[in-house]
């Protein structure tokens, strides 16, 4: 039986957002979704209705109201000088229709409101910033105030120019980084005859190649580049619509989308998004939807942002294309979390460009939901263009005789009893040692978001679990070369970086590590947060429920789970090989400083003069308060830089929260009162 969530709002909020959290990370860090856009837009949209019907439950820090995922320690950190905001979404005509009655109200009820529509670019979003004509940085959006410094790589971008002419003293340029379709199904090509493994899609191959370390691999990888917005500029044009934006940008030599046109009303949306629709196969790029912006920007800037997004633009996707084949088989597979999760074996189909042979079955209750069996015709679909899933069977096709699918009881890995909790929709194998689940573990603890150890991949991990080199993470770190060196493709130079990978990463941040260990519903925000407040493993290690509930963000649920992996003696074995090979357990140095601003909770918007905005935050938390990125009724204060006029303002505001100076700051945390 699923369970009943209107019984219990706190619960399933810790739920849903431990979940969102856990799918950021993999989209935009790991570039490497599990659940189709759908399904995690219906969580997202399930979070949203529950926060607004329950706004007590209503955190900053929750996915509701933050963007994207946190920069990855692969680069180095950028902080946007301007936020890089999300888009909210609109599924239907329906709803497109109210963004447009918003918008009409959000200006007084104008009749005459243009919109820009732009294709939604399925990629990877960047900024670029020119000073005095040269390109010095760019970076990936990442939570929208800190990405990843990507320059060497977007330099290889050969639309992207390197120099501008009579440019102004800054300009941020912002656009979507994308692989076309031709040059994806070119590297598939070449790796398929290398008898390497092929990339999933354009979107996540695009991600992949801007991260990679060394950025002659990005240049074989042939990306492209779509500008639609400017960030931070100084000394340029004044520039009073958005269309005027892409004329400018198109002057400087950037590529602008051709079909980036401007509505001369509002209602025509609905249309423009029909059209596009039909036509989406016709481009040599994946979109997977259209989005609007409203074109006088003194009009933007009157509808403001919420804490993720602008009023002033909407984001329609569109729904996922389907097709249909023949359910050749019905199958398990088991995830490091001992997750088992049905899948379809498909008779080979295109969908949305490209061949499907395997696609998501979710769990035992969809495919009852569902019916579909093994012989049926099912149709097929792509949610958001990535992730395949079978949406049902076509009744009328179904042959006499198939019979209905039943879960297997044991794991088809290891053969152990499956279990279903109560209450839940998955069943999971709670062998711990179960290979599929030992060697996905070990794949995720090197993986770059943990302990990024470079060398051990999805192939190599598998191949010395069979060879016994791997029944843990623990064992990574006493693999013997001379073992190593006697495996075929593995010669002394491969073995000699590998193991100079695994030594460097036992200096990783102790959040790494927390991620790295598995430990259901801990990803890299929770992990941070428990390094900080434990500040060792040791003292997280023999925590109670109680104690790591106590702190801030770290709900009974996600306790619960801490405290059970560290009570189970494979793991406390696991941790003790990594304690005996020197890897860092110690979280980051408690500050010295006097604990002036102990409680409060200070949010920071604008340019200040005399910090950037790390330091100014890392000068809050090092004088023990929390410096959040979006105003709450939790906030204390909001310290504003210069004449900064922004949603934070607007909303510190509205809730009679005190805005302070630069100096206002440094006063409090010298006196330690308001």
């Known amino acids: 039986m699923a369970r009943d969530r209107q019984l219990d709002p706190v619960g399933r ?33 399930e979070l949203i209705q529950i926060e607004n019907d329950h706004p007590d439950l209503l955190t900053p820090d929750s996915p509701s109201q933050t963007v994207g995922s946190s920069a990855t320690t692969t680069f ?66 990442g939570d929208g105030r800190v990405g990843e410094d990507v320059t060497a790589n977007v330099k290889t971008i050969s639309v992207i120019p390197s120099s501008l002419k009579n440019a102004p ?86 590529p602008v989308n051709p079909a980036s046109v401007v509505l001369d009303h509002v209602d025509d949306i609905i249309t423009h998004s029909e059209s596009w629709q039909q036509q989406r196969h016709s481009l040599d790029y994946e979109i997977d939807g259209v989005v609007f912006k409203v074109d006088e920007l003194s009009l933007q800037q009157q509808l403001g942002s919420t804490a993720r997004a602008p009023r002033w633009a909407i984001a329609y996707k569109f729904p996922p294309e389907e097709r249909t084949t023949k359910l050749l088989a019905i199958e398990v597979s088991i995830g490091r ?5 049905p899948y379809a074996r498909l008779e080979p189909v295109v969908v949305a460009g490209s061949t499907v042979e395997f696609a998501t079955l979710h769990n ?58 109560e209450n839940e929709v998955d069943h999971r194998c709670l062998n711990t040692s179960c290979p599929a689940r030992v060697s996905g573990t070990i794949e995720h603890f090197a993986s770059r978001g943990a302990m990024d150890i470079e060398g051990l991949g999805e192939q ?25 060196v006697k495996f075929d493709k593995l010669g002394d130079l491969s073995v000699r970086n590998l193991l100079e990978s695994i030594e460097k990463s036992k200096s990783r941040p102790l959040a790494n590590v927390l991620v790295g260990l598995n430990i259901r519903h801990v990803g890299g925000t929770v992990a941070a947060t428990l390094a900080s407040s434990f500040g060792h493993l040791d003292n997280l290690e023999i925590a109670t429920e109680e104690q790591v509930s106590a702190i801030e963000g770290i709900g009974p649920i996600i306790a619960a789970s801490v405290v059970e992996w560290f009570s189970q003696e494979e793991n ?55 410096s959040p990125s979006s105003v709450s009724k939790k906030t204390t204060a909001l310290v504003v830089g210069g004449d900064e006029r922004s949603s934070k303002r607007t909303k510190a505001e509205e809730l009679g929260i005190p805005i302070l100076s630069e100096q206002d700051l440094l006063k409090v945390i010298e006196t330690g009162t308001l």
């Open 13 to 45: 909020v810790e739920e849903l957002r431990a979940a969102l959290r856990h799918h950021n990370e993999l989209y935009y860090q790991k570039d490497a979704p599990e659940i189709p856009d759908s399904e995690y837009d219906a969580m997202l949209r």
């Open 76 to 141: 180095a950190p950028v902080e946007h000088r301007i936020p890089m905001m999300s888009l909210d979404n609109a599924f239907d005509e329906e709803e497109l229709q109210a963004w447009v009655g918003r918008v009409h109200k959000g200006v007084g009820n104008a009749t005459d409101i243009k919109v820009v529509a732009e294709l939604k670019i399925d990629g990877l979003a960047v900024s670029i910033r020119y000073e005095k004509g040269k390109l010095v940085q760019a970076a990936t959006r």
């Open 169 to 254: 003293e800054v300009l941020e340029v912002r656009g979507e980084v994308y692989m076309p379709i031709s040059a994806f199904h070119a590297l598939n090509a070449i790796e398929q005859e290398a008898g390497r493994k092929t990339f999933a899609n354009p979107r996540n191959t695009a991600a992949g190649s801007l991260r990679q370390k060394n950025a002659a691999v990005t240049a074989e990888r042939q990306l492209s580049f779509w500008s639609y917005q400017l960030g931070e500029i100084v000394g340029g044009p004044e520039l009073t619509t958005q269309h005027q934006v892409f004329d400018y940008l198109r002057s400087l030599g950037f």
């Open 337 to 341: 979390t001992g997750r088992a999760t």
């Open 364 to 421: 035992e209750d969809q495919v009852e939901a569902k019916d579909v069996r093994v012989g049926d015709t099912v149709i097929v679909r792509k949610a958001g263009d990535v992730i395949p899933e079978v949406v049902g069977p076509v009744l009328s096709e179904r042959p006499k005789g198939l019979r209905k699918w039943k879960f297997p009881a044991n794991c088809p890995d290891c053969g152990q009893k499956l279990f279903r909790p």
């Open 460 to 484: 190599r991990v598998k191949l010395f679990c069979q060879e016994g080199l791997l029944r843990d993470v623990g064992d990574i770190y006493s693999l013997d070369p001379e073992k190593l």
């Open 572 to 626: 406390r074995s696991v941790v003790q090989k990594l304690r005996a090979a020197g890897v860092n357990f110690a979280g980051p140095e408690k500050s010295d400083a006097p604990q002036t601003l102990a409680g409060m909770s200070i949010v920071v918007t604008g340019a200040l003069e005399g910090f950037t905005r790390d330091e100014i935050e890392s000068l809050i938390v090092a004088h023990g308060g929390k």
